[in-house]
Nanobody
Framework: VQLVESGGGSVQAGGSLTLSCTAS????????MGWYRQGPGNGCDFVSS???????YYVGSVKGRFSMTRDNAYNRVNLQMKSLKLEDAAVYYC???????????????WGQGTQVTVS
């Protein structure tokens, strides 16, 4: 099992970034996938999810600014982030939603995450 997040970087407030997560070693096409983030001093928070047929759900703080997509041909999910705010700064992780629970938080359990810095 491998989850590789990429695309993070440093941007000014109001800027944009697109994150990617490439998965392998499990049945990606049948998995509801999620993005999560952990900011400085914060816990691991849910950001968004996408079902196997492309329906998306977003936490209220990112709704209208973030857009999650999936490409089953490449076992990849993307997170397009626009109008970034200071509070969006965090390490972002992806994981199948079904794997995530109190004993296995999405942040740090599988992938290394990708750092987003907003100044």
């Amino acid at each position: 099992v491998q989850l590789v997040e990429s695309g993070g970087g440093s941007v000014q407030a109001g800027g944009s970034l697109t994150l990617s997560c490439t998965a392998s070693g499990f049945n990606f096409q049948d998995s509801i996938m999620g993005w999560y983030r952990q900011g400085p001093g914060n816990g691991c928070d849910f950001v968004s999810s996408i079902t196997t047929d492309g329906m998306t759900y977003y936490v209220g703080s990112v709704k209208g600014r973030f857009s999650m997509t999936r490409d089953n041909a490449y076992n990849r999910v993307n997170l397009q982030m626009k109008s970034l705010k200071l509070e969006d700064a965090a390490v972002y992780y992806c994981a199948p939603v079904a794997w995530v629970g109190p004993a296995r938080p999405a942040c740090g359990s599988w992938g290394q995450g990708t750092q987003v810095t907003v100044s």
